[in-house]
Nanobody, 115 residues
Framework: QVRLVESGGGLVQAGGSLRLSCAAS????????MAWYRQAPGKQRELVAV???????NYANSVKDRFTIARENAKNTVSLQMNNLKPEDTAVYYC?????????WGQGTQVTVSS
């Protein structure tokens, strides 16, 4: 059974930094893409950043030049370095892995940015 476990969320002041990590286990096949999504209260879940198995990355416009996604294929891990955080980044952040046609999700980690 695939399991994704996130860590690293918390409370930070605007302008600060946080680093989220996600470890995948129970995966028998290679992971296609790994990504971070977020969902703020009253809003739909949105894609923040995605990285392919080959290392190609893509970011939401709202986080470009502030967030960096990285993965280690051998360890099935993905991280999200978040710099210059803004109050509008406040959300629950979810790790995602696309494996053999299936979307796998972590339980989410809260990120709160105070002004």
């Amino acid at each position: 059974q695939v399991r994704l476990v996130e860590s690293g969320g918390g409370l930070v002041q605007a302008g600060g930094s946080l680093r989220l990590s996600c470890a995948a286990s129970g995966i028998a096949f290679s992971i296609d893409t790994m990504a971070w999504y977020r969902q703020a209260p009253g809003k739909q879940r949105e894609l923040v950043a995605v990285v392919t198995s080959g290392g190609t990355t893509n970011y939401a416009n709202s986080v470009k030049d502030r967030f960096t996604i990285a993965r280690e294929n051998a360890k099935n891990t993905v991280s999200l370095q978040m710099n210059n955080l803004k109050p509008e980044d406040t959300a629950v952040y979810y790790c995602n892995a696309f494996v053999s046609g299936y979307n796998c999700w972590g339980q989410g980690t809260q990120v709160t940015v105070s002004s």
